[in-house]
Nanobody, 125 residues
Framework: VQLQASGGGLVQAGGSLRLSCAAS????????MGWFRQAPGKEREFVAS????????YHADSVKGRYTISRDNAKNTLYLQMNSLKPEDTAVYYC???????????????????WGQGTQVTVSS
């Protein structure tokens, strides 16, 4: 499956952005999906994940209450709604897909099989 992330940009602290990740070349519902981010000089970290049906989600503590992951299986698209953004949210955000057959949702980057190219989110103070 190929993943194309979009929606990043420059926003002031307290603002909002919605990231999208369009999937192609596979059956979208065969995959759990996740968002990760990587800030300069830091390791890639888990942000949020969602199971194949959209019925179960996980969010990192650092974004809980501010970010919401969702998916539209009819449009083969994953979303990340980001509200109340902080300067420390600045990073490249990546979407990722994990084969779902007989596997749980993942929260570790090594559990994911396919990755998008990343989209830059910059939050100014």
């Amino acid at each position: 499956v190929q993943l194309q992330a979009s929606g990043g940009g420059l926003v002031q602290a307290g603002g909002s952005l919605r990231l999208s990740c369009a999937a192609s070349g596979g059956t979208f519902t065969n995959y759990h999906m996740g968002w990760f981010r990587q800030a300069p000089g830091k390791e890639r970290e888990f942000v949020a994940s969602i199971n194949w049906s959209g019925g179960t989600t996980y969010h990192a503590d650092s974004v809980k209450g501010r970010y919401t992951i969702s998916r539209d299986n009819a449009k083969n698209t994953l979303y990340l709604q980001m509200n109340s953004l902080k300067p420390e949210d600045t990073a490249v955000y990546y979407c990722a897909a994990r084969r779902s057959v007989n596997l749980p949702i993942g929260t570790m980057s090594w559990e994911y099989d396919y990755w998008g190219q990343g989209t830059q989110v910059t939050v100014s103070s």
